[in-house]
C-alpha cells in the first residue's frame, strides 16, 4: 500500500510540473499575441505592458527548474517520468526565448510608433497570425500529448519562412526607394526577425514532444525556407546584397 501512495505521489507531482508548463505556455501566447497587436495599433501603452510581463516568464522558469531538479533528486525516475521532467526543462527554456522576443518587439514598436506608417508594416500582423497558430498548436499537442499534432505544427515553420523571406524582400526594396524609410524599416526587419525565431523556438517545443511521447529525438531535417540571406535588391545601381541584421538572440537588454 505504501509504494502504491509513493507512485500516487509522484504522478501528482509530475502532473504539477506539467501544469506549470501549461501555464507558463499560456502567457507566451498571450505576450505573443499582445506584441503583434502592439505593433498593429501603434499601441505604446500595451508594448509596455508586454516588456513589464517578461518579468512572469522568466519566474515561471525559475520554479519549473527548481521543482524538476527537486524530483531528480528525490524520485531519480527512468523512462517516461524521467522524459516528462527533462521535457519541461526545455520547453520552459524556449517558452522563456519566446517571451524575450515578444517583449523585443514590444520595444521595437515604440519606435515604430513615433514615426509615420510604412506600408510593408502590414506584413507583420500576418506573421504574427501564423506564429499564434503554430505555438497554439504545438502548446496543444503538449497538454494532449499528439505527436501528429506536434508535426503537423512543425511543418509550417516552412511557411512562416516564405513569409519572412518575402516581408524582407520587400522592406529592402521600400528602403532603396526613400532613405527616410531606413528607420522605421529597420524596426521592421528586427521585428520580423523576432517572429521568425519565436517559430523555431515552437518548433522546438514540438521535436521536444516528439522525444517525450516516443522516446527518441525527431531524426527529420526541419523544413526550412529562409532565403532572406540571399536577398538581393535591383536599384538603377549594380545589383547591392543586403546582409541579414544582427539577431536580436541576447535578449530584450540587448536588443538595442
Keep these: 500500500m505504501g509504494t502504491e501512495h509513493i507512485v500516487r505521489s509522484f504522478a501528482q507531482e509530475l502532473q504539477r510540473l506539467s501544469n506549470l508548463v501549461t501555464q507558463m505556455g499560456g502567457v507566451a501566447e498571450a505576450q505573443v499575441e499582445a ?70 518587439i514590444a520595444k521595437r514598436s515604440l519606435a515604430l510608433a513615433q514615426v509615420p506608417v510604412v506600408r510593408p508594416a502590414a506584413g507583420i500582423p500576418r506573421m504574427g497570425r501564423l506564429v499564434e497558430t503554430i505555438l497554439k498548436e504545438v502548446l496543444d499537442a503538449y497538454i494532449e500529448r499528439d505527436v501528429d499534432k506536434a508535426i503537423a505544427a512543425w511543418e509550417r515553420d516552412e511557411e512562416l519562412d516564405d513569409l519572412y523571406t518575402s516581408l524582407f524582400r520587400e522592406v529592402l526594396t521600400y528602403m532603396m526607394e526613400d532613405p527616410r524609410n531606413i528607420t522605421p524599416c529597420t524596426h521592421l526587419l528586427f521585428m520580423a526577425k523576432n517572429l521568425e525565431r519565436i517559430g523555431d523556438h515552437a518548433t522546438n517545443i514540438a521535436e521536444i514532444i516528439h522525444f517525450l511521447v516516443v522516446g527518441t529525438p525527431l531524426t527529420v531535417l526541419r523544413p526550412k525556407n529562409d532565403g532572406s540571406s540571399f536577398a538581393v535588391v535591383s536599384p538603377a545601381a549594380p545589383d547591392i546584397d543586403l546582409p541579414l541584421p544582427p539577431d536580436d538572440d541576447a535578449g530584450p537588454a540587448d536588443a538595442g
Design 35 to 104: 506584441a503583434v497587436k502592439a505593433v498593429t495599433r501603434r499601441d505604446v501603452g500595451l508594448a509596455s505592458q508586454v516588456m513589464q510581463a517578461d518579468a512572469r516568464l522568466d519566474a515561471y522558469e525559475r520554479d519549473i527548474d527548481a521543482e524538476a531538479v527537486r524530483l531528480l533528486a528525490l524520485r531519480q525516475p527512468m523512462a517516461q517520468d524521467l522524459r516528462e521532467i527533462v521535457s519541461a526543462l526545455k520547453v520552459s527554456a524556449d517558452l522563456e526565448r519566446i517571451g524575450d522576443y515578444a517583449a523585443n
